[in-house]
């Protein structure tokens, strides 16, 4: 269950997110705490979700010096054996990264109450347990803005992994805001599998087949929240000269490719290194409380990436639109 940890690239530290989430050192020094994160599957090297928790505990560990141990899900019965383990291992603070910790988080905090835990995407209601949830709706209204401004053949896409709420908030936002930007814009959507079909975010075969059928057909830009599955997007972008949208983390730094780099127009950020470098350095400085965390445009939880210099252009609108989302002129819906 264990996978070697594999330090990110020298583009992953790059990002000039990095600092941000650290925000330097500014909690106690915490040299024998233990933190752990329990990865989803996928685990480091996703390029995305995991990836970017992963950042955030290696912010944890330079700003509070903490020794950060990590475990991998591969199958779905190691979720609650890997939490188990990192207990066992002397962890004080554990972050599950996804939704499929819930039930296995749920029970494993109730049976240690003196660890403090958080899991990001969903809500485990217990004293020791900070549920770390973000408006991935916003983040993904800039982007669909975006992509409506730059597409020339007002045809885009979206491709979800699992078709389940978490997803379908990306989906929703993503239209809204193309269609914000033009009401007649076509959006084509897929889905790589049902609720509970954790293929759906390795599917990189299956992401490129549909990307490259809706780029022959004439979309132009697709954005894709399916977890590695996203790769498979990229790639068929590069074959069609189109673009793609990376999500979670900057996907223009962290694909480590030149060709990918010069299609990929932008990245939905989802800061989940911040909710992770800051849950672990609360419990570093002593702040054992859980409870419900909200990250969005209004604190930086979510935004959109500029690498690359693409959206250059467009900037001063796509800001403009966020701080009508934030002051509440814009309302983003979280369901299609």
Same mark, same amino acid.
């Given at each position: 269950?264990?996978?070697?940890?594999?330090?990110?690239?020298?583009?992953?530290?790059? &990002?000039?997110?990095?600092?941000?989430?650290?925000?330097?050192?500014?909690?106690?020094?915490?040299?024998? &705490?233990?933190? %752990?994160?329990?990865?989803?599957t996928g685990g480091?090297?996703?390029?995305?979700?995991?990836?970017?928790?992963?950042?955030? /505990?290696?912010?944890?560990?330079?700003?509070? %010096?903490?020794?950060?141990?990590?475990?991998?899900?591969?199958?779905?019965?190691?979720?609650?054996?890997?939490?188990? &383990?990192?207990?066992?291992?002397?962890?004080?603070?554990?972050? %599950?990264?996804?939704?499929?910790?819930?039930?296995?988080?749920?029970?494993?905090?109730?049976?240690?109450?003196?660890?403090?835990?958080?899991?990001?995407d969903s809500v485990?209601?217990?004293?020791?347990?900070?549920?770390?949830?973000?408006?991935?709706?916003?983040?993904?209204?800039?982007? %669909?803005?975006?992509?409506?401004?730059?597409?020339?053949?007002?045809?885009?896409?979206?491709?979800?992994?699992?078709?389940?709420?978490?997803?379908?908030?990306?989906?929703?936002?993503?239209?809204?805001?193309?269609?914000?930007?033009?009401?007649?814009?076509?959006?084509?959507?897929?889905?790589?599998?049902?609720? /509970?079909?954790?293929?759906?975010?390795?599917?990189?075969?299956?992401?490129?087949?549909?990307?490259?059928?809706?780029?022959?057909?004439?979309?132009?830009?697709?954005?894709?929240?399916?977890?590695?599955?996203?790769?498979?997007?990229?790639?068929?972008?590069?074959?069609?000269?189109?673009?793609?949208?990376?999500?979670?983390?900057?996907?223009?730094?962290?694909?480590?490719?030149?060709?990918?780099?010069?299609?990929?127009?932008?990245?939905?950020?989802?800061?989940?290194?911040?909710?992770?470098?800051?849950?672990?350095?609360?419990?570093?400085?002593?702040?054992?409380?859980?409870?419900?965390?909200?990250?969005?445009?209004?604190?930086? /939880?979510?935004?959109?990436?500029?690498?690359?210099?693409?959206?250059?252009?467009?900037?001063?609108?796509?800001?403009?639109?966020?701080?009508?989302?934030?002051?509440?002129?814009?309302?983003?819906?979280?369901?299609?």
């Amino acid at each position: 269950m264990r996978k070697n940890a594999r330090l990110l690239a020298a583009s992953l530290a790059a &990002l000039g997110l990095f600092a941000t989430a650290c925000g330097g050192d500014d909690g106690e020094s915490s040299s024998d &705490l233990i933190a %752990g994160i329990a990865f989803d599957t996928g685990g480091r090297g996703d390029g995305t979700f995991n990836d970017s928790a992963a950042l955030g /505990g290696e912010c944890a560990a330079e700003a509070t %010096g903490a020794e950060i141990k990590e475990l991998e899900a591969n199958v779905d019965e190691d979720r609650k054996a890997n939490l188990e &383990l990192l207990v066992e291992g002397g962890a004080k603070v554990i972050v %599950g990264v996804g939704f499929m910790f819930t039930d296995p988080m749920g029970e494993v905090a109730a049976a240690n109450p003196d660890v403090s835990f958080g899991i990001v995407d969903s809500v485990v209601e217990a004293d020791n347990v900070s549920s770390l949830v973000f408006a991935e709706e916003q983040g993904s209204f800039l982007v %669909g803005a975006a992509a409506a401004l730059k597409s020339e053949t007002a045809t885009i896409g979206f491709i979800g992994g699992q078709e389940i709420d978490l997803i379908k908030k990306f989906e929703a936002g993503y239209t809204a805001g193309a269609k914000y930007i033009n009401p007649d814009i076509v959006v084509e959507v897929a889905y790589l599998g049902p609720a /509970g079909d954790n293929s759906a975010w390795g599917n990189v075969d299956g992401a490129k087949e549909i990307a490259a059928g809706w780029y022959a057909a004439g979309a132009d830009i697709i954005y894709t929240a399916a977890g590695g599955s996203g790769a498979g997007t990229i790639q068929a972008a590069i074959e069609a000269d189109a673009w793609a949208i990376g999500v979670d983390s900057d996907q223009y730094l962290t694909s480590g490719d030149p060709d990918a780099q010069k299609h990929i127009l932008t990245s939905m950020l989802k800061r989940v290194d911040v909710a992770v470098c800051e849950t672990i350095k609360a419990v570093a400085a002593g702040d054992t409380s859980g409870g419900f965390k909200v990250f969005d445009l209004s604190n930086d /939880g979510v935004g959109y990436a500029t690498s690359g210099g693409y959206v250059d252009d467009i900037t001063a609108q796509l800001d403009e639109i966020k701080a009508a989302i934030i002051a509440g002129e814009i309302e983003v819906p979280t369901a299609p």
